[in-house]
């Protein structure tokens, strides 16, 4: 293990609670690849083609089809970690073993049918995360659904299981279904909301979409108003959810959505990330939906900002 240095110290020391174990694996995170002992992470998601189906995801970089094209991309470039459903973690496990810190999503959510009111199904285990020598395991929710309170008590579950057995918990936590208008699914005070449901629900790590400066609460609005709480800037309301997040002591990544015609649209929100005092970022289409060449480039773009 390489670069313990004392950021990463301070942040495995908000998790008062873990075992050793889990502390472990959260170290590993924080000291692999190019951003090793910064205290940020840069993670290569590739769970679009399960949410998505394998076409809308991979079909603009036909490469990207294949499990293998992604774990290279994640360990060339230098990523922290690598995160995928079960049968893309399982179909280079061996061949790149240790190479790269895994984060199996064990639940997950099809494009097949229409609903107003989304869930994920349990499509993987915590003995699976630990059979692929994973560091942790994956978890969305839809804070907002009307079937979010079964989504809670199935995180509630996992969680459990996976830091009795020594892994960190990764929540995906995206807004959505319920009485949310579309806007509302990033208002800020929904993301912070959501935001702050994974780190009362025990999250180590909390991926959330990128905040617009939108409140969508009517309660909520009129806190905002009278605090005069400042979301003008995508600096302050990365900050802000960064703030709902126990004021920071839990670790907050921002997606980086769907594929933006230009790199600079991605490293305008990694300098805001970084300003904010978020954690870093989770980039999936934006990196694996462009060439390869042009994909490694705006990887190591990425991390040169959030190192800074």
Same mark, same amino acid.
């Given at each position: 293990?390489? *670069? !313990?240095t =004392? #950021?990463? /110290?301070? &942040?495995?020391?908000?998790y ?24 940020r ?45 079960l ?16 984060i199996l999503k ?8 229409e ?17 692929l ?11 907002g659904?009307?079937?979010?309170? *079964? !989504?809670? =008590? #199935?995180? /509630?579950? &996992? ?13 995906w936590?995206?807004?959505?279904g ?35 400066a ?11 108003e ?5 979301i ?32 600079e ?23 694996f ?8 480039? !705006?990887?190591?773009e ?7």
């Amino acid at each position: 293990m390489k *670069a !313990m240095t =004392e #950021r990463v /110290r301070e &942040i495995l020391g908000w998790y008062e609670s873990d075992n050793p174990g889990t502390l472990t694996n959260l170290a590993r995170l924080f000291t692999a690849g190019r951003l090793a002992g910064t205290g940020r992470l840069l993670i290569l998601p590739v769970d679009q083609g399960f949410e998505h189906g394998p076409a809308r995801s991979f079909a603009i970089n036909p490469p990207a089809y294949d499990p293998l094209y992604h774990y290279r991309l994640a360990i060339e470039t230098g990523c922290s970690a690598y995160a995928a459903p079960l049968g893309f973690i399982e179909a280079g496990a061996r061949e790149y073993a240790g190479q790269i810190p895994l984060i199996l999503k064990v639940n997950g959510h099809d494009t097949l049918g229409e609903e107003q009111e989304p869930t994920q199904a349990v499509t993987a285990s915590v003995d699976d995360a630990l059979r692929l020598g994973c560091v942790g395991v994956g978890y969305m929710i839809y804070p907002g659904s009307a079937q979010r309170f *079964a !989504m809670y =008590e #199935r995180l /509630r579950d &996992i969680a459990r299981e996976a830091k009795a057995r020594g892994l960190c918990v990764v929540v995906w936590s995206y807004p959505r279904g319920g009485s949310l208008s579309k806007e509302g699914e990033t208002a800020v005070d929904v993301i912070a909301y959501a935001a702050h449901i994974a780190a009362e629900m025990g999250a180590h790590v909390i991926k959330v979409k990128i905040p617009a400066a939108y409140v969508e609460q009517a309660e909520a609005k009129k806190v905002y108003e009278r605090e005069k709480i400042p979301i003008a800037t995508l600096a302050d309301r990365v900050r802000h959810v960064v703030q709902a997040t126990f004021n920071g002591r839990r670790v907050v990544i921002f997606s980086g959505g769907a594929l933006k015609a230009r790199d600079e649209e991605i490293l305008e929100e990694a300098r805001a990330i970084r300003q904010g005092g978020g954690f870093g970022s989770i980039i999936g289409r934006n990196s694996f939906q462009r060439p390869e060449a042009s994909a490694k480039k !705006m990887l190591g773009e990425i991390m040169q900002v959030l190192a800074q």
